[in-house]
């Protein structure tokens, strides 16, 4: 009896240092995603992203996450850490990139929620009141 607690101790302690070390366990919970730069003036108010919905129905990162280069995405996981300003939406969709941050939100989350729709899998808001909700 003594030997079966010190295994699911051990086991225990094994899986919290894996979970420490991920980059997963230190995102937010809620994200808010404001484009309203975009044009200089609020037109809807900002979107609350629940990320820690998106990482429990273990969607991979890079189905977000990505850096593209000769069209495939080349992103290094372990870049995916809290605080890094690298891997936030606006480091790269810029007002004056190919795709700017609003483009860039709403052809990533629309787009995946279409596709899941279509397949007939639960999914997400697609509506623009469903996910900018006026207080």
């Not at 094994?14 to 991920?22: G, R, Y």
């Not at 995946?112 to 397949?119: L, M, N, R, V, W």
Request: proline share 5%; hydrophobic share 30%.
């Amino acid at each position: 009896m003594k030997w079966i607690g010190c295994r699911l101790l051990m086991i225990m302690v094994a899986a919290l240092l894996v979970l420490s070390n991920s980059p997963l366990r230190a995102q937010p919970d809620k994200m808010v995603l404001d484009s309203s730069n975009v044009s200089g003036k609020k037109q809807r108010p900002a979107v609350t992203f629940p990320h820690n919905r998106h990482v429990e129905i273990e969607l991979p990162c890079k189905d977000c996450h990505h850096i593209y280069e000769n069209g495939k995405n080349v992103l290094d996981e372990s870049r995916l850490e809290e605080g890094n300003q690298d891997i936030h939406c606006s480091a790269c969709h810029g007002p004056k990139s190919r795709r700017n941050l609003k483009q860039a939100f709403h052809d990533q989350c629309m787009g995946c929620h279409k596709k899941y729709q279509k397949e007939n899998k639960k999914t997400g808001p697609r509506y623009c009141g469903e996910c900018h909700i006026r207080k």
